[in-house]
C-alpha cells in the first residue's frame, strides 16, 4: 500500500493511496452504500464485514427508523472493529449505458460535497477516507467517478465551510488500475 499523489490546498491534504480502504485510521471512512444501506457487495460488503455486525445492524435500525436514502444523501454509523471512528454511508448514481448521465454526473459530485460538510458538521471530522464512489457495481466509468470526486474536492478545498474541520482527505482504491485515474485526474487539475 502506499501513497501516489498527495498537494496541500488551503491547508487541507488531498492525497490518493492504493490500498483497502477498511484498514484505513481516519476520523471517518465513507462507504458506497444502496438506498436501503443493505451492505451486500464491494466495498460495503468488505465495511461491513470488517467492522461486524454492529454496521449492519445500526444501518438496518436507522431504515427503520427514516426510511430509505435518497441519491447523494449522507448517514453514519459507528465503525464497529474497524480503525478508523465513524463509517458515513452515501449512495452514488446508477450509471445508464444509454443515457447522457448528466445527471448522474451531478449526483456523483453532490453526493461527495454532502459527505465533505457532513463530516464537519455532524462528527467534526480531521480527517475522511473515501472510495471511488460508483464505479463498481453502480457502472460509472471510473474517469468519470474520479472526475466528479476530484471537482467537489477541488470547490471545497479552494474555499473551505467557516467550520471547516477536515485536514486529510484521501481517495482509497484497492484497485490498481483505478489508482491509476485517480493520480492522473486529482495530478492534472487539483
Ligand atoms: N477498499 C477500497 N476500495 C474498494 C474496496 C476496498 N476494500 N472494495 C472495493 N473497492 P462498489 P458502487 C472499490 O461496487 O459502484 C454494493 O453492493 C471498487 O474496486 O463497492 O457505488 C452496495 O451495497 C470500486 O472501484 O460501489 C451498493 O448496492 C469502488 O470501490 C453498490 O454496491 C466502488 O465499487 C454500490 O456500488
Known amino acids: 500500500d502506499y501513497t501516489s499523489f498527495k498537494r496541500t490546498v488551503s491547508d487541507i491534504e488531498v492525497s490518493v493511496y ?3 480502504i477498511t ?5 471517518v471512512v465513507v462507504n458506497a452504500a444502496n438506498k436501503k444501506l443493505e451492505h451486500m457487495g464491494g466495498v460495503a460488503f468488505a ?10 445492524e445500526e444501518s438496518r435500525a436507522y431504515v427503520r427508523r427514516h426510511g430509505t436514502l435518497h441519491i447523494g ?11 478508523c471512528r465513524f463509517v458515513v454511508h452515501t449512495v452514488g448514481p446508477m450509471w445508464d449505458k444509454r443515457g447522457d448521465n448528466g445527471t448522474a454526473r451531478l449526483q456523483l459530485r453532490e453526493a461527495i460535497t454532502n459527505v465533505l460538510y457532513y463530516a464537519c458538521d455532524k462528527l467534526q471530522a480531521r480527517s475522511i ?18 472526475e466528479q470526486l476530484m471537482l467537489a474536492t477541488q470547490k471545497f478545498v479552494r474555499s473551505p465551510p467557516s467550520n471547516n474541520t477536515l485536514r486529510h482527505i484521501k481517495f482509497v482504491n484497492i484497485e490498481d488500475k483505478v489508482n491509476r485515474v485517480f493520480v492522473r485526474v486529482f495530478s492534472d487539475n487539483l
Not at 467492522?51 to 449492519?56: F, N, R
Not at 453514519?76 to 472493529?81: K, L, M, W
Not at 477516507?129 to 474520479?146: L, T
Open 47 to 56: 465495511i461491513s464485514k470488517a467492522g461486524g455486525k454492529s454496521i449492519q
Open 23 to 27: 484498514q484505513q485510521k481516519a476520523d
Open 129 to 146: 477516507a473515501i472510495p471511488a464512489i460508483s464505479a463498481g457495481i453502480y457502472g460509472v466509468p471510473v474517469d468519470v467517478s474520479a
Open 73 to 83: 444523501q449522507a448517514v453514519h454509523t459507528g465503525a464497529g472493529n474497524m480503525p
Open 18 to 20: 492504493k490500498g483497502d
